[in-house]
């Protein structure tokens, strides 16, 4: 047997067996559980986002058993050291090891932050294909969920709009937030009024609004935090409220279907923030 394959520097390993003249690959990776569907009475199918693979479906024989022959139960957002197979030509492999590193207690004490994660594994079900890499999203997405965990209710907010903002940037739908979408005039203070326009996917000045029926009138505290996120902790309610609003709406506008989980953010928003 060959020794195991390190694929660009990443925690990945790769060891290649033949059996019957079928290539089968056991790989290691790290990865966060983002869905998960009951195949039996005994498994389950469950799609993890990884660090070296990107998003990848695995059936987890077993693993419903009251003696799983996984360490630990398989839940949405919790993050793990993976060992799976994948045969040559097959989309879907097999589980066969499951080390979680990071459990989501304090989330799941939490009725916004456990909402919020669950939007976000959903977002990146959504925006991700299957066996397309994205580190940096991968580190993201876990620093949002010990975000969520180690902090108050307060701050979901803001630590969710900061991860859907890079979600969309990776996923290559980033809006245009440091000009106007239509005729590339730089923003500023100067606007007097600002947009919002969800098929240019961006800000819109006042001279350029009028050609977009489907535009939303920003107040300027909301239009200078998408400009500028590192401002959004000193960022009042409202405006927190009304950039989450407008972030699900364009991600539906961009997914072309709105988020399952969308409303019960929405409805939280409103009296947990």
């Given at each position: 047997?060959?020794?195991?394959?390190?694929?660009?520097?990443?925690?990945?390993?790769?060891?290649?067996?033949?059996?019957?003249?079928?290539?089968?690959?056991?790989?290691k990776?790290?990865?966060?559980?983002?869905?998960?569907?009951?195949?039996?009475?005994?498994?389950?199918?469950?799609?993890?986002?990884?660090?070296?693979?990107?998003?990848?479906?695995?059936?987890?024989?077993?693993?419903?058993?009251?003696?799983?022959?996984?360490?630990a139960?398989?839940?949405?957002?919790?993050?793990?050291?993976?060992?799976y197979?994948?045969?040559?030509?097959?989309?879907?492999?097999?589980?066969?090891?499951?080390?979680?590193?990071?459990?989501?207690?304090?989330?799941?004490?939490?009725?916004?932050?456990?909402?919020?994660?669950?939007?976000?594994?959903?977002?990146?079900?959504?925006?991700?294909k299957?066996h397309?890499?994205?580190?940096?999203?991968?580190?993201?997405?876990?620093?949002?969920l010990?975000?969520?965990?180690?902090?108050?209710?307060n701050?979901?907010?803001?630590?969710?709009?900061?991860?859907?903002?890079?979600?969309?940037?990776?996923?290559?739908?980033?809006?245009?937030?440091?000009?106007?979408?239509n005729?590339?005039?730089?923003?500023?203070?100067?606007?007097?009024?600002?947009?919002?326009?969800?098929s240019?996917?961006?800000?819109?000045?006042?001279d350029?609004?009028?050609?977009?029926?489907?535009?939303?009138?920003?107040?300027?505290?909301?239009?200078?935090?998408?400009?500028?996120?590192?401002?959004?902790?000193?960022?009042?309610?409202?405006?927190?409220?009304?950039?989450?609003?407008?972030?699900?709406?364009?991600?539906?506008?961009?997914?072309e279907?709105?988020?399952?989980?969308?409303?019960?953010?929405?409805?939280?928003?409103?009296?947990?923030?």
């Amino acid at each position: 047997m060959p020794p195991p394959v390190i694929l660009n520097g990443a925690q990945r390993s790769e060891e290649f067996v033949s059996i019957d003249r079928v290539i089968m690959a056991l790989i290691k990776d790290k990865g966060i559980c983002i869905r998960s569907t009951d195949y039996s009475e005994s498994s389950q199918i469950l799609t993890f986002f990884t660090l070296s693979s990107g998003k990848i479906s695995l059936i987890a024989k077993g693993s419903r058993r009251t003696k799983s022959p996984f360490s630990a139960p398989i839940e949405i957002c919790s993050v793990a050291d993976l060992v799976y197979s994948l045969r040559e030509n097959e989309k879907m492999g097999t589980l066969t090891e499951f080390n979680p590193t990071f459990f989501c207690i304090g989330i799941r004490k939490k009725l916004l932050a456990l909402n919020a994660a669950f939007f976000a594994a959903e977002l990146l079900n959504l925006s991700t294909k299957e066996h397309d890499p994205h580190p940096e999203l991968f580190e993201q997405s876990v620093l949002l969920l010990q975000r969520l965990d180690e902090n108050p209710e307060n701050k979901v907010l803001p630590f969710l709009i900061l991860f859907e903002l890079s979600l969309l940037m990776y996923a290559g739908s980033q809006p245009l937030t440091d000009i106007c979408a239509n005729c590339k005039r730089k923003f500023d203070a100067n606007w007097k009024q600002y947009y919002f326009s969800l098929s240019s996917g961006g800000l819109v000045c006042r001279d350029c609004e009028p050609a977009f029926i489907d535009k939303k009138i920003l107040p300027y505290e909301a239009a200078l935090i998408l400009n500028n996120p590192q401002k959004i902790f000193d960022a009042q309610k409202n405006s927190l409220i009304q950039i989450e609003k407008l972030l699900i709406d364009y991600m539906t506008y961009v997914l072309e279907k709105k988020p399952r989980t969308a409303q019960m953010i929405l409805q939280l928003i409103r009296t947990t923030v």
